[in-house]
Nanobody, 121 residues
Framework: VQLQASGGGLVQPGGSLRLSCAAS????????MAWYRQAPGKQRELVAA???????NYADSVRGRFTVSRDSTEGMMYLQMNRLEPGDTAVYYC????????????????WGQGTLVTVSS
């Protein structure tokens, strides 16, 4: 299973970006998916998560500005980031809890390689 995160870049404060995460490989079903981020010198933190049923959870620092969504049929997850702030600067990672086969009863967590978001004027 591979996860490919994309969509990062340089944006001015107040701007917007949309990140994408594409899952591929041997996949029977994807359970939870999530975005994390890691700023220089800081620990990786949860940004947003979405279940297979579409239930969403956000970090307090991004609630109301970021929106997580997914297209389960295509194995895709998105993060729409609005009103970006310099404090949002980080490498953003996606992960997914995957059942690779119908016979699996425990999912495995896979991570993407990260995409850099820089918010600066």
């Amino acid at each position: 299973v591979q996860l490919q995160a994309s969509g990062g870049g340089l944006v001015q404060p107040g701007g917007s970006l949309r990140l994408s995460c594409a899952a591929s490989g041997t996949i029977h079903r994807i359970n939870n998916m999530a975005w994390y981020r890691q700023a220089p010198g800081k620990q990786r933190e949860l940004v947003a998560a979405i279940t297979s049923a579409g239930n969403r959870n956000y970090a307090d620092s991004v609630r109301g500005r970021f929106t997580v969504s997914r297209d389960s049929t295509e194995g895709m997850m998105y993060l729409q980031m609005n009103r970006l702030e310099p404090g949002d600067t980080a490498v953003y990672y996606c992960n997914a809890d995957v059942f690779r086969y119908a016979t699996e009863v425990i999912s495995s967590r896979f991570w993407g390689q990260g995409t850099l978001v820089t918010v600066s004027s």
